[in-house]
């Protein structure tokens, strides 16, 4: 054995020590390398060849108090972080209820490797990268705040100890620096936090799979007052958009991502003063965050008393007459599809909500008032409004457009209601679209159909569903069709239609009685072997503005109809409101596509992520069969036709073909047990 102490590794590190050194390089205020008391162990020399040129970063935040440890070296032995997941807007630590991987095991994208109980229940969390689980840093039963690294996993599978020894002996790095003086900090320009009492907001995971959200809007303005448990952003994840809550009172003193912009989870996206004479020392700090150039007033502001007061004035005063100023809107998702849909301009109506935050019922109310049908109200309506001295009225998208392209927005004529400038406006002004008068299609006669013309970006939802389209093109599938007689079933739905029983309740209980009798159906595929989900749990394809999710009925075999048929309207009502809980999108066993109602006869389905199989609803169309008690041997029916899609892996043909035989039998001669 050969032992080193960290400050020989070091000066071995800086003396270049090449394939034999092992070098380490700690960041710290100090140069002093005596309080290192910790010693580093090396084995054997071959080993010290394959633990060449490694570094180890360690950087602490003073304003979070929480390391961050980046690992890697130059044989790519990469070390993975898995944080402790925020699994809700108001969850600020998790504990480990169990692992569902040990040490050393392998692990695959999307597959879930432990569950965490959060302040609304447990639930699954998934890896987002394959690898090899090297270091379980919080064990069962133990607590972490979110954010906090729960364990480490290893690209390769003999970097396992490597990424494992690292982890040791960082820790043992981190417990002299929190005993030493001076503590490492690093020496990339790192900006001291200002000597006030703050919180940093930072952007929050919605959901297990989100890597990076953007904010939609901000419903509070720079120096308004805030307290804790109050919306203060709405965010656009992979799944919904959400509110994000404060969790402790204050003063929003900075926004550092503003409306329209993209932040990674973990983000800062703005600073919470706990005192309002602090903001403009916290907007100073924050530029820093920003990237941006610090302003050169904020000594001057914070030594006169009343220049706080000036700064948080001009916030709330633009919040209160946010319809008139034509700045941004402040709505909530669903009132402002409501708006969309029935072509309301939502920045005309004056919001009943918090902090007159326009909602759903305000939409409505609008709509209706007076008799007159928002059509109309837009045509009469004339320029009863003129924006304030200086204050240019423009959509938000369009202040992000225009702020993006450096021009002025002053200098753009709005073609928007009461003249505001709209991002068609700014596109325009830079050339990325025509002018609407100069469409060849447009006459005196006929109005001009406006087409969608270059890139619109994904929003997250979007590229989640591609992402996961995407992930599934490797697994080898297979598809059954069968017709199924509908006539019984159509006449149950006849029966139980009045108690609010739709469709989609009964086809989520015939197929989890179906699937009762073929469990392998409800099976995942794992190289190991095959999963056996215990519960059956029905999720269900619902097409929503912008994107596609799958609400999810649990426990669908052992629930009555009615009951079924009350959850699921539930669950398609929070669906279009974005308002959809992890666990009922995220718990599916199998999945329903159902395009029937379109008048689609059949179609195949993408096998979801994860999952054993998937079934494609097609549209009842009445045929002509033989029937030898007819009078001319023929007889009219209605048909079905289904086709399922397996995972071929753990599936074959025959479990497909016999779990469509028994679901046919079910709907064409067993309905007495749906309704049991």
Partial sequence: MKFMTPALIAALAMGGMGVNGFGVVFNQRSNSMSSFSSILEVETLEQRSQLSSTTWKIQSNSSSRQNQRQYDTSLSAEATKITMPALSSTMKEGRVVSWLKSEGEAVEAGEAIMVVESDKADMDVEAFEDGFLAKILIGEGESAPVGEVVALLATEEDEIELVAAMESAAEETATVEETSGDGAVSTDSAVAAPDCSFSQVDMPALSSTMKEGKVVSWLKAEGDPISAGEAIMVVESDKADMDVEAFEDGYLAAIITEEGETGTVGAPVA?????????????????????????????????????????????????????????????????????????????????????????????????????????????????????????????????????KAKLDLASIPGTGKFGRVTEFDVKVATGQAKPLFESSKSSSTTSAVELPEGLVPFTGMQRAVSNNMEATLSTPVFRVSREIQMDAFDALYQQVKPKGVSVSALLAKIVALAIEKYPIINSSYTPEGTVFNKDINIAMAVAINGGLITPTVKYANERS?????????????????????PDEYNSGTFTISNLGMFGVTQFDAILPQGMGGILAIGGTQEVIVPCNQAIMGMKKVKKMTVTLTCDHRQIYGADGALFLKEMANIMENGLDRVTA
Avoid: C, F
């Fill in 271 to 403: 600073i919470i003063a706990e005192e309002e004479k602090d903001i403009p020392t916290l907007q100073a700090y924050a530029a820093t965050l920003s990237g941006g150039v610090a302003p050169t007033a904020p000594p001057a502001a914070a030594a006169t008393p009343s220049a706080p007061k000036a700064t948080s004035a001009a916030p709330k005063q633009a919040t209160s007459n946010v319809a008139a100023t034509g700045d941004r809107v402040v709505a909530s998702p669903l009132a402002k599809k409501k708006a969309a849909d029935l072509g309301i301009d939502i920045s005309t109506i004056a919001g009943t909500g918090p902090g007159g935050r326009i909602t759903a019922s305000d939409i409505e109310h609008a709509a209706s008032g007076g008799g007159t049908s928002p059509k109309k109200t837009q045509d009469t309506a004339k320029s009863s409004w003129t924006p304030a001295p200086g204050v240019v009225a423009a959509t938000p998208m369009a202040r992000v457009a225009a702020k």
């Fill in 561 to 581: 109809i009615t009951d079924i048929g009350e959850n699921w309207r539930v669950l398609v009502q929070k669906a279009k409101e974005g308002t959809l809980t």
